[in-house]
T-cell receptor, first 111, second 114 residues
Framework: DAKTTQPNSMESNEEEPVHLPCNHS???????IHWYRQLPSQGPEYVIH???SNVNNRMASLAIAEDRKSSTLILHRATLRDAAVYYC????????????FGKGTKLTVNP | KAGVTQTPRYLIKTRGQQVTLSCSPI?????VSWYQQTPGQGLQFLFE???????NKGNFPGRFSGRQFSNSRSEMNVSTLELGDSALYLC?????????????FGPGTRLLVL
């Protein structure tokens, strides 16, 4: 399984943008980059995913490097409800939707 | 649309017993995956089912098993429980159409083995 590397923790202030980095130097051409987050006492929640191009949705933006060896999840204005563990995951198991979670980045949002 | 439901939400068992956990996926979803979450090991993939067939399996002992029914509901069973099986067991459902599909997670079943 292709691996990802994320910082253990990050801090942000409320209403400021947050850039969560992820390195995936062994990514293959068919691997999708997924981001999920897990709020305290809840199951993981889908945030965004992409293959090659940058992606935007109502929750966040995903910026993918041209060589695809790294990506950045961007929360445009952090709120206290965004405090969670953020996981960057690659999926590429042919036909399978298996997710291989790493340790993730614990995001703290300060009021 | 109702989300993924898991029952029971909390469970206490003793060593040596067995346990069955249930997961009802989102209506129309055909794949169900199971994950174990512990403080030490994080989130680990257990197995994935699609159309009643196990499509993928994680690195867990044979005491962990699962199945999927024709209505896509899934159960997982753990036999001969050990203290180390105490964990949050999460179920996720998806449409089953491949690696780009979004997974929707349930709230989990918290199992405590005494």
């Amino acid at each position: 399984d292709a691996k990802t590397t994320q910082p253990n923790s990050m801090e942000s202030n409320e209403e400021e943008p947050v850039h969560l980095p992820c390195n995936h130097s062994t990514i293959s051409g068919t691997d999708y980059i997924h981001w999920y987050r897990q709020l305290p006492s809840q199951g993981p929640e889908y945030v965004i995913h992409g293959l090659t191009s940058n992606v935007n949705n109502r929750m966040a933006s995903l910026a993918i490097a041209e060589d695809r060896k790294s990506s950045t999840l961007i929360l445009h204005r952090a709120t206290l409800r965004d405090a969670a563990v953020y996981y960057c995951i690659l999926s590429g198991q042919g036909g399978s939707e298996k997710l291989v979670f790493g340790k993730g980045t614990k995001l703290t949002v300060n009021p | 649309k109702a989300g993924v439901t898991q029952t029971p939400r909390y469970l206490i068992k003793t060593r040596g017993q067995q346990v069955t956990l249930s997961c009802s996926p989102i209506s129309g979803h055909r794949s169900v995956s199971w994950y174990q979450q512990t403080p030490g090991q994080g989130l680990q993939f257990l197995f994935e089912y699609f159309s009643e067939t196990q499509r993928n399996k994680g690195n867990f002992p044979g005491r962990f098993s699962g199945r999927q029914f024709s209505n896509s509901r899934s159960e997982m069973n753990v036999s001969t429980l050990e203290l180390g099986d105490s964990a949050l067991y999460l179920c996720a459902s998806g449409r089953g159409q491949g690696i780009s599909e979004t997974q929707y997670f349930g709230p989990g079943t918290r199992l405590l083995v005494l």
